[in-house]
């Protein structure tokens, strides 16, 4: 492992900036890229196809985020290792968890190929469109080998401190889709079908790309035959992914619920709050890239037993973000009709889009001290907090606030926005006295 990717030794900032931006560049292109699909297919496909592709990739989206989650617990426990030396322990690790992934990516393989129509009824798929979304999550479900140890494999990259060579992985698989997308869809007319090989097809360039690439970086650690079984490892990082996996699982269905309050306020709300939410995407990009950065960082000082490096990486990792997010929640605020019309051209649905990002505007700086936390408890493998904590915000703040707000007479969206960083304000307050208790404990060791 080179200087660059030592998180244990040299300025903490220029080398937290430097590991951030790749995963920052690679979490964009990974937003743009479900939209690649939507815009080609909406340009040369079917009506009915995309509808096919956006329930089919929001089903497919779901099992991804279930793997991201648990890859997480890959990410700390390589950066633990590293940071502690025990090279034989991170061999281990690697070959236990190849088993573990290459099983469960043939169980969800075979899960999702056999449950693909009742997956898209329980979405409330459109009946003309059932069937184009079945065929959607069936080709992307049958290469689901590749979506996983393309996951799995950017995990373990970002554990040893290389975010570079992920985002790399991710560019050429962007690359390979839009050419993909463009010889199948409007090329030759596949519709649906040939925007599901185009994604498969990605993933695996990218996956057989990143192997040659590792095997011609020459790793001092790697794959070993002799560690490639269900080891004590597995239980170490499914323990630590699983709270996550619940998490965001749970997360999701309030985004649900959250969505079916801002329906009842009727059509220019439900189409002004889809429009607010893609801007909300890239808002959340900042927060989602230093609470991926602050992992890798704090487990291998943690590894190293520095934990005042740590603690103030994750000081740092709140600065950052504060810094950037005053900027973002500035043009929210005050320019967020401007960024809705590049959705929409419908003045009603802009309105009510602007409505919800002035309420939600201020989540650009609070996500950031928030998720820099949660970064800090995943470095120290303490990602039940970090879980029960999201639930709490999630549940006794966001969803109550929110269905409060909408039910007033002549509801504005600017309510039901400042829900979340209410709601966030509140986990910062539960992160703040955990950091306080989890600090005095590691004191006394």
Request: aromatic share 12%; with cysteine; glycine share 10%.
């Amino acid at each position: 492992m080179d200087n660059k990717q030592d998180f244990t030794q040299g300025p903490i900032f220029s080398k937290l900036v430097a590991f951030m931006m790749p995963i920052l560049f690679a979490l964009v292109l990974q937003s743009l890229y479900g939209a690649v699909d939507m815009l080609i297919v909406g340009r040369f496909g079917t009506t009915a196809g995309l509808s096919g592709v956006s329930v089919g990739g929001n089903v497919m989206n779901l099992f991804t985020m279930l793997l991201n989650n648990i890859t997480m617990g890959v990410t700390v426990l390589m950066g633990t290792y590293i940071g502690s030396k025990q090279f034989e322990k991170v061999n281990k690790l690697i070959s236990n968890a190849v088993a573990f992934f290459l099983t469960l990516s043939l169980i969800l393989t075979v899960f999702i190929v056999i449950f693909a129509r009742p997956l898209a009824i329980a979405m409330q798929t459109p009946l003309e469109a059932i069937d184009l979304t079945v065929q959607y999550i069936r080709i992307c479900g049958a290469g689901f080998i590749f979506i996983t140890f393309y996951n799995f494999i950017s995990a373990m990259l970002r554990g040893v401190g290389d975010s570079n060579t992920p985002l790399l992985f991710v560019a050429i698989a962007s690359v390979v889709n839009v050419i993909g997308d463009l010889i199948l869809v409007a090329g030759l007319k596949m519709n649906v079908a040939g925007a599901a090989i185009a994604t498969v097809a990605a993933q695996a360039v990218s996956v057989v790309l990143s192997l040659w690439i590792i095997r011609k970086k020459k790793m001092a650690f790697g794959f070993r035959r002799k560690y490639f079984n269900f080891g004590s490892e597995v239980p170490h990082f499914v323990k630590l992914g699983l709270p996550l996996t619940v998490q965001g699982f749970l997360t999701n269905f309030s985004f649900l619920a959250l969505c079916a309050f801002v329906n009842r306020l009727g059509l220019d709300a439900s189409s002004g709050y889809g429009v607010a939410q893609k801007i909300q995407m890239f808002v959340m990009l900042i927060p989602s890239a230093l609470m991926q950065s602050m992992a890798p960082f704090v487990s291998q000082n943690v590894g190293a037993g520095d934990e005042k490096r740590a603690r103030s990486g994750m000081l740092c990792g709140q600065g950052i973000g504060v810094g950037i997010g005053l900027f973002i929640m500035a043009g929210v605020f005050f320019f967020g009709d401007y960024i809705s019309r590049l959705f929409t051209e419908d003045a009603a649905v802009i309105a009510r889009s602007f409505e919800f990002l002035r309420g939600f505007s201020p989540e650009a700086i609070v996500t950031c001290i928030l998720f820099s936390y949660l970064g800090y408890f995943n470095g120290h493998s303490k990602s039940l907090f970090v879980m029960v904590q999201g639930l709490l915000q999630t549940f006794l703040i966001r969803l109550p606030l929110s269905y409060v707000m909408s039910i007033q007479p002549d509801a504005s969206l600017t309510g039901v926005g400042i829900a979340a960083p209410t709601a966030t304000v509140f986990g910062i307050i539960l992160c703040f006295f955990y950091y306080k208790h989890l600090g005095k404990s590691l004191d006394r060791k």
